[in-house]
């Protein structure tokens, strides 16, 4: 049974930091894109940052320069660090993967696996 479980979630004031942490388990992603996606209360799901297998990363332009994503093949964990964070941020926050090795996409949709999210509140 595939598993994908975040910690790291809580309440910071804005221009804080915290940190994401997602441990897969189940099944090897080394090959796999990585991503972690957020939904804040009333919209949509939408994709936040991936690295893929060998660290190649995409970022939305929303998180540029304030979050960086980071991954550790040999113990099947994938980490997003958050900088300089604004109420804007405020959110639940899901790792995914991607069941299609190789590809790097800022597509939802491409994104298989899920974990059950975390929530990160930021204070204005």
């Known amino acids: 049974q595939v598993q994908l479980v975040e910690s790291g979630g809580g309440l910071v004031q804005a221009g804080g930091s915290l940190r994401l942490s997602c441990a897969a388990s189940?099944?090897?992603?080394?090959?796999?894109?990585m991503g972690w996606l957020r939904q804040a209360p009333g919209k949509e799901r939408e994709f936040v940052v991936a690295i893929s297998w060998n660290g190649g990363t995409y970022i939305a332009d929303s998180v540029k320069g304030r979050f960086i994503i980071s991954r550790d093949n040999a113990k099947s964990t994938v980490a997003l660090q958050m900088n300089s964070l604004k109420p804007e941020d405020t959110a639940v926050y899901y790792c995914?993967?991607?069941?299609?090795?190789?590809?790097?996409?800022?597509?939802?949709?491409?994104?298989?696996?899920w974990g059950q999210g975390t929530q990160v509140t930021v204070s204005a």
């Open positions: 189940g099944r090897t992603f080394s090959t796999n894109t």
């Open positions: 995914a993967a991607d069941s299609l090795p190789g590809r790097l996409t800022p597509l939802t949709k491409a994104y298989d696996y």
